[in-house]
């Protein structure tokens, strides 16, 4: 053509390559037109064509090795004869087909497929919080108690371009965020607190006095099997504070129940929140089904080591890596990781279970989840979608957290210089326990005296009989935190010198044998809300061991 004409346009067929190299007709590509024309960077001669998904659903994007096969020359409309060899049809088509004059292959060539219908939002069927066992219960008294946290979901519509975003809040209140409301006093006279102050002092004081004298030996070092300074400090402190209090309450002088030597306050875990998102672009073609985590806060350190990964459907996670350019939202500190899909034959189709395994009940205590589809938001890897094309569907959340139920295996302790110190080791896992859920803490406690009644039997079996020493049921029970503790409440280092003071007065009333003895421990923690009790953490089976001819005092 002359310079400065119109440029006619190649028009021809646009596939993949058949058996035998030339350019097939598959079902996804269509016709395309090439402008004749320099590629220039203010006027590129891109190859425009047509594409469709026969199932839209099943691919985020199609992934076409191109072929174009030129099969008719269109020249503009109104173009003047003489600019051209042939006459001014408007279509001239090529009658020898000879494959080595068709144009270079465009190459691979990705194709987004966006749906355009709104996806209809996840359904939560259930939550569940359920124990996990431990590696090897009752072995190490202090090994942490595992939980699980469950969520089953049901996503409308198996769309490649769906992704399924989900957040799990930790550490909740039970309660929501609102104010608790004021537990009402159980002690409307004011003298009363002192006789019962007055009364604990004068039981646990002849247990405390011999530890109390041998202070100054032990603060030069001088332990002589006597418990460490600070425990007997914090027994003798939990004893004598209440009655200043309640002496200072009744005079009405001192700083309103201030305790400034009380023992320190056991840290609440505090409210966290970890974020998912489970792509399902592979999952119809290769069936993997890819789960991004963040790692931490958008502003800390990128470290995947504290991430949860959840189980999908019973399957756990393959390698983990850094999610580059597929990151989610763009921002942010994520990796990756692939699963198998491979749903349940016995849950209905669309149904997904994500559970993380494995939580240490003292850091995550509560757990609540919510999730959300987003619809083309990444239909091609490193490419941004048009905010037109993304769809998302309102928040779906549960409308409060789960709590676990604990039970704590069979534990012995053995047999230390004070009992109040062996107690306050026993009663360690209920000092924290149910801390995140905002309510009010009641243990229940039951303490038994257990000796065996003959010798052991030829096959090893031992007899045992079991007398009950006392019980509290109950008591509220405070972390010590500024605000938190009514008037009533103990600390578990408080509950344990007053149970030990029990049992004390028990055995000098009782005398019992101590030929072959243990002293049983029953214990339960309950939220007290509202409107119900939710149980926490129990131990039905912790023993402290009573050598022949020992009490600890």
Do not use: K, M
């Not at 001239?92 to 996806?119: E, I, K, M, Q």
């Not at 004068?202 to 300074?229: E, F, I, K, N, Y």
């Not at 010198?497 to 072959?516: C, E, H, I, K, V």
């Not at 119900?532 to 022949?548: F, G, H, K, N, S």
Request: net charge negative; glycine share 10%; hydrophobic share 45%.
């Amino acid at each position: 053509a002359a310079p400065g004409s119109a440029a006619p346009r190649l028009c021809g067929s646009v596939g993949e390559p058949e058996a035998d190299g030339t350019a097939g007709r598959g079902p996804a590509p269509g016709e395309g037109a090439l402008p004749v024309r320099p590629n220039t960077p203010e006027s590129p001669g891109f190859l425009t064509f047509a594409a469709t998904a026969a199932e839209p659903g099943r691919a985020a994007s199609l992934e076409l090795d191109a072929r174009f096969r030129a099969r008719f020359v269109e020249l503009p409309s109104g173009a003047p004869g003489e600019a051209y060899v042939h006459a001014t049809p408007e279509r001239l088509r090529f009658v020898l087909d000879t494959p080595g004059d068709a144009p270079p292959p465009p190459g691979t060539v990705s194709v987004p497929v966006p749906l355009r219908a709104r996806p209809a939002p996840p359904v939560l069927r259930e939550q569940r919080a359920e124990q996990a066992p431990a590696d090897d219960p009752g072995s190490d008294a202090g090994a942490p108690l595992l939980w699980d946290y469950a969520v089953t979901l049901a996503h409308a519509g198996d769309a490649a371009q769906d992704d399924l975003w989900v957040s799990v809040a930790w550490n909740l209140p039970l309660d929501g965020p609102g104010p608790r409301a004021p537990r009402p006093s159980a002690e409307p006279d004011p003298a009363r607190p002192l006789f019962e102050a007055l009364a604990s002092f004068v039981t646990a004081w002849p247990a405390l006095r011999p530890h109390v004298a041998a202070l100054p030996r032990a603060l030069a070092g001088d332990r002589d099997g006597s418990p460490a300074p600070a425990r007997v400090l914090a027994a003798l402190l939990e004893q004598v504070e209440p009655v200043a209090r309640a002496w200072d309450a009744l005079r009405g002088t001192g700083d309103g129940g201030a305790r400034p030597l009380a023992a320190p306050a056991v840290e609440a875990p505090a409210p966290a929140g970890d974020a998912y998102v489970v792509s399902f672009a592979d999952a119809f073609t290769t069936g993997v089904l890819r789960v991004f985590a963040r790692a931490g806060e958008p502003d800390g350190p990128c470290d995947p080591a504290g991430i949860v990964w959840p189980r999908v459907d019973g399957r756990t996670n393959g390698e983990v890596a850094r999610a580059a350019a597929g990151a989610p939202g763009g921002s942010g500190c994520w990796f990756t990781a692939d699963y198998p899909l491979a749903p349940r034959p016995e849950r209905p189709a669309g149904t997904l279970e994500l559970t993380w395994p494995r939580l240490d009940a003292s850091a995550r205590q509560t757990a609540s989840a919510a999730c959300r589809t987003v619809r083309n938001a990444r239909l091609r890897s490193g490419t941004e979608t048009s905010p037109e094309l993304v769809l998302r569907t309102a928040p779906a959340s549960f409308p409060a957290p789960v709590v676990p139920a604990i039970v704590v295996p069979r534990r012995t302790f053995p047999a230390g210089a004070a009992l109040a110190a062996t107690l306050e080791e026993a009663l360690r896992p209920f000092a924290a326990a149910g801390t995140a859920a905002g309510r009010d803490r009641l243990l229940d406690v039951a303490v038994t005296f257990r000796f065996q009644v003959e010798a052991p039997e030829a096959d090893g079996d031992v007899p045992w009989s079991e007398l009950p020493v006392l019980l509290a049921p109950g008591i509220l029970l405070t972390d010590g935190s500024a605000g938190a503790p009514p008037e009533a409440a103990l600390t578990v280092p408080g509950l344990a010198a007053r149970l030990a003071a029990g049992a004390d007065a028990w055995y000098r009333s009782a005398a019992p044998t101590t030929a072959a003895a243990r002293l049983g421990l029953d214990v339960s923690l309950r939220a007290d809300g509202e409107e119900a009790q939710v149980p926490i953490l129990r131990a039905p089976d912790l023993e402290i061991e009573v050598p022949a001819g020992w009490w600890p005092h």
